[in-house]
């Protein structure tokens, strides 16, 4: 029985480790019949080589997404590979551990800048750079990753909660302008896990085992939980899903404390 993505071409962003959410959504996409590309800074180069030298036919592609020439040249280089994009996975935060420090009001202009610009801007850029090789599909899904402290406080993730409001409405903002053109876009808001991203977040042990004790299913989510998801938007299962915030945390949002 073929796949739920048999003969679809999808671009992930932000790879850089195994245990991490890009890592555990490829996982679920090439099991499903998908042909991937991955974008991933020049920190990452060799290791994500190493992950992804047993995937047939992967692209790779070293793109600082702070840098629209770049942005806009991988996915030029990209469109001579394949014949349009079907999807497109952002998997993107940062902007440097001094704005998760302290309280919101020591955030510097500087880092809440760069937090704002990879974090946020880049999905403006990445969408702007893959919409024409998805209209050639005759539409496509793009899916960024976001987190329930965008939505109400969770100590701990300060300046970066801000930053996931943010993010949550430009997907609200991209999927009503590119409906049209069938272009849906959705925000996948996952639990937290043990990825090398989250254990840069003060406090972030506290709030893995928090969420594991107060979620209603009594557990956190693995990477493979968040590919699932991907699967279900990116596939014709969600054809009429657009401008949502789909929650995988085991139920935490449901919870008021």
């Not at 991209?174 to 639990?191: H, Q």
Request: include cysteine.
């Amino acid at each position: 029985m073929a796949g739920l993505l048999e003969g679809k071409i999808g671009v992930i962003t932000g790879l850089s480790e195994r245990h991490g959410y890009a890592w555990g959504i490829a996982q679920a996409c090439l099991r499903e019949g998908a042909k991937l590309a991955f974008t991933h800074e020049a920190r990452y180069a060799r290791h994500v080589a190493d992950l992804t030298a047993d995937i047939p036919g992967a692209i790779l592609a070293e793109v600082d997404v702070s840098d629209d020439a770049q942005v806009e040249g991988a996915f030029a280089d990209l469109g001579e590979k394949v014949d349009g994009i079907d999807f497109l996975v952002h998997a993107i935060a940062g902007g440097g551990a001094k704005a998760l420090m302290g309280r919101v009001t020591d955030t510097e202009r500087a880092d809440f800048r760069v937090m704002f610009e990879v974090s946020v801007y880049s999905l403006i850029a990445l969408t702007r750079a893959v919409e024409p090789h998805m209209r050639k599909r005759g539409g496509g899904s793009v899916v960024a990753l976001t987190y329930y402290g965008g939505e109400k406080v969770v100590l701990g993730y300060k300046a970066m909660g801000i930053a996931k409001a943010a993010l949550d409405s430009t997907g609200r903002y991209l999927a009503a302008e590119l409906g049209p053109d069938n272009i849906r876009v959705n925000l996948l808001s996952l639990g937290p896990a043990r990825t090398m991203a989250a254990r840069g977040i003060p406090m972030f042990l506290e709030m893995l085992h928090h969420a594991e004790k107060q979620s209603p299913l009594r557990r956190n989510v693995d990477p493979v939980d968040a590919g699932n998801a991907v699967v279900y938007l990116c596939s014709d299962l969600g054809r009429n899903v657009s401008g949502e915030i789909l929650h995988v945390d085991a139920g935490f949002n449901a919870i008021a404390y």
